[in-house]
């Protein structure tokens, strides 16, 4: 059964992802520290570019977003060693690899339908193996 704090940070992160204005995918993460949050993030562009993500072409669109994950960590500003960040999307590589680096130990996500992992399942599992070796845990939350 899911503990209340997860429940909640999970749903803080499906909040925050809808507050994306990408109209394919909308991605939020929530970093906390001893059940507080530290900061949010939700998948789109920089500040001050121009949003044009209903229109740009997918890759120029890919180029210029930056992941739920990263603004997360941006906003932050602080370390955040020893923290847990809470997705609604499993990170990529790049967001996996960042997560590592900047010490957050737990990451937890809800567990991922079979059409996100069609298309996306070889990035999890890539994702996956570097945080095991890297020593971050990871948890699979079952939602419904």
Partial sequence: M?????????????????????????????????????????????????????????????????????????????????????VTHFPCPNCAAKIIQTGINAVHCPEQDEDFLARWGDKVALSETMFIQAGVSVEWITTK
């Fill in 2 to 86: 899911i503990s209340k704090w997860a429940e909640r940070f999970i749903q803080m992160a499906e909040l925050v992802a809808s507050w994306s204005k990408d109209p394919s995918t909308q991605v939020g993460a929530v970093i906390t520290e001893h059940n507080r949050i530290v900061s949010l993030g939700f998948n789109g562009y920089p500040h001050g570019i121009s949003d044009s993500a209903a229109t740009d072409s997918r890759e120029l669109k890919l180029l210029k977003t930056l992941h739920a994950e990263e603004n997360a960590i941006l906003y932050a500003k602080r370390d955040l060693s020893g923290c847990e960040i809470w």
